[in-house]
Nanobody, 124 residues
């Protein structure tokens, strides 16, 4: 019932910038929170940034001051502005949402959804 679609990944040199987008679509009654995770090869998936529908944000220490999460309320879309990118930022970035939607029986449920990911490569 809900899909998350990421976009904006690509190849960037160290010190460069990228802006990721995540659009939620489907039967959405409300979005409680949306987050960005990332996973590099051989590493666990980690939380990068989070934003609640009230606008509260949270960041991993490794990206504070460089990344900014925004959006969520206007178009069911969240953004991740990534500046001063480092090689260690390279990963597949996944959008995650805690979303109130309609279940298969016609009721209301709150469920977690994941996007398919977008690749961010940081290399010289």
């Amino acid at each position: 019932q809900v899909q998350l679609a990421e976009s904006g990944g690509g190849l960037v040199q160290p010190g460069g910038s990228l802006r990721l987008s995540c659009e939620a679509s489907g039967t959405i009654f409300s979005i409680n929170a949306m987050d960005w995770y990332r996973q590099a090869p051989g590493k666990q998936r980690e939380l990068v940034a989070a934003i609640s529908r009230g606008g509260t944000t949270n960041y991993a220490d490794s990206v504070k001051g460089r990344f900014t999460i925004s959006g969520i309320n206007a178009k069911n879309t969240v953004y991740l502005q990534m500046n001063s990118l480092k090689p260690e930022d390279a990963a597949v970035y996944y959008c995650h949402g805690l979303i109130r939607t309609m279940d298969v029986g016609g009721g209301v449920k709150v469920a977690e959804y994941w996007g398919q990911g977008t690749q961010v490569t940081v290399s010289s």
